[in-house]
């Protein structure tokens, strides 16, 4: 792209700023900030109205979900069903580790934060021991897909090779990146993080599945023959990977996703939970929640919407594909954007000063016809780590390891 041509696109957006420091900078900056301009999609900012307003949802009716003491009743039956897809090599699994974990505030990749205490318990770690649990008993492996991003792909990529992939088969594990989106102030002017560098964050986790295609990972699913994907969060380090029971009761169900649920600890804990709008699955937030759907009862009395998604879900590739030429909404999300002040220097804030813009793959539930709500125990399989103390931390996974035999 030439100066004019970035000139009159960052016109259009009202972003001209971007061009302040471009006399001072090298040739190389120069081509670099053009590229970059040329690529970037600016319109994502129209978003920014949005933040007030909370998005119209639909009608919102309960979703019965699989409780524990059904899944016990058919056991057997849902694990051999998993078990005999696991090793016909239809099951993948789907890292999602793009994110930018400020909440835990590391500057590494969330994945190599170190939740052990008397030796080295990487959170990547963790993760892959759970897989390879079920790749032992399977006796059969798993294709990993790893999602990164353009902020940690180097650091992800290099820490796996330096660890031996965990004890991972290395040539079934890929690594494929997101999007990236910029991320502006609350007047949707974006934030520049170098003289030569539009401030830019990951777009959020909904758009994995394009990604992969984009990197041509999917075609590598189609020649292994993966017919689900099993796609999880990085931070919970307790949860069970390519579980053969979901698997099997997600396929006996023919549903074209199951979700692992947990029951929720309190009406108004902050999960977004399971239900159905307009007749379809979806998920509704937890601050979407009106008072009357907190309280709301099923015909057994029990809280109708009870089960809270853990982000772990068993997605059919062939649905997937159905649906990924659709557009997902775009939510506008307030955060700590570090950047260049008027003087030039890099500023890392402590108070959210801006938005970023994300996709997010619980909307994706809303776009399929029928989805299982899969209940876990949640002392057994959710232990997210976001923060460094207090609520879903690196101290309260570590009690919950602990209480699972794990040992730190
Ligand atoms: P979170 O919503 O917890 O976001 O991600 P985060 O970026 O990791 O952490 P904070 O909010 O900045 O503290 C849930 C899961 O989705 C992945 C994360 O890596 C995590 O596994 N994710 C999130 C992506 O892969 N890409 C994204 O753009 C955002």
């Known amino acids: 792209m030439t100066y004019h041509e970035a000139y009159e696109k960052l016109k259009k957006w009202d972003q001209l700023h971007v061009l302040n420091y471009y006399d001072a900078l090298s040739e190389e900056q120069k081509t670099a900030l053009l590229e970059q301009i040329s690529v970037t999609d600016f319109s994502v900012v129209k978003n920014r109205q949005q933040a007030k307003e909370l998005p119209k949802k639909g009608i919102i009716t309960p979703l019965e979900a699989m409780e524990v003491s059904q899944i016990a009743e058919h056991q057997s039956v ?3 069903i998993g078990m005999d897809a696991i090793r016909a090599g239809k099951v993948g699994a789907v890292l999602l580790a793009g994110g930018m974990g400020t909440r835990l505030g590391s500057e590494d990749p969330k994945g190599m934060y170190d939740i052990g205490l008397t030796k080295n318990v990487f959170i990547f770690q963790r993760l892959i021991e759970n897989l390879l649990e079920v790749v032992k008993k399977a006796e059969a492996w798993i294709p990993l897909y790893v999602m990164t991003s353009d902020k940690n792909h180097e650091k992800t990529c290099a820490f796996f090779e330096a660890h031996d992939y965990f004890g991972y088969r290395k040539e ?225 996974a570590r009690a919950l390891c602990k209480e699972n035999g794990i040992e730190l």
């Not at 777009?203 to 993966?226: R, Y």
């Not at 506008?332 to 793959?361: C, R, S």
């Open 78 to 80: 849902y694990e051999k």
């Open 172 to 396: 079934l594990v890929f690594f494929f990146m997101q999007e990236m989106a910029p991320a502006t102030d609350y007047t949707g002017h974006v934030y520049m993080e170098e003289k030569h560098k539009i401030s830019t964050s990951p777009n959020g986790n909904g758009g994995w599945f394009v990604s992969m295609d984009k990197w041509g990972i999917l075609d590598k699913v189609h020649e292994a023959g993966v017919e689900w994907l099993n796609v999880f969060a990085v931070d919970n380090v307790l949860q069970r990977i390519a579980d053969p029971v979901f698997v099997g009761a997600t396929i006996a169900t023919k549903s074209e996703v199951g979700a692992k649920v947990v029951r929720k600890s309190a009406p108004d804990e902050k999960v977004g939970v399971m239900c159905r709008e307009d007749g379809r699955p979806s998920i509704v937030e937890y601050y979407e929640l009106t008072d009357e759907l907190m309280n709301a009862k099923d015909a057994k009395g029990n809280p109708a919407y009870n089960f809270g998604v853990i982000l772990n879900y068993l997605f059919s590739v062939r649905a997937l594909e159905e649906i990924m030429e659709r557009q997902l909404p775009l939510h506008v999300v307030e955060k700590k954007i570090p950047y260049l002040d008027e003087q030039g220097h890099l500023q890392k804030p402590e108070e959210p000063n801006g938005f970023k813009y994300e996709q997010l793959i619980l909307d994706m539930i809303h776009e399929l016809k029928t989805c299982l709500p899969f209940e876990v125990e949640r002392n057994r399989e959710f232990a997210p780590i976001k923060n460094k103390t207090g609520i879903d931390s690196v101290e309260s």
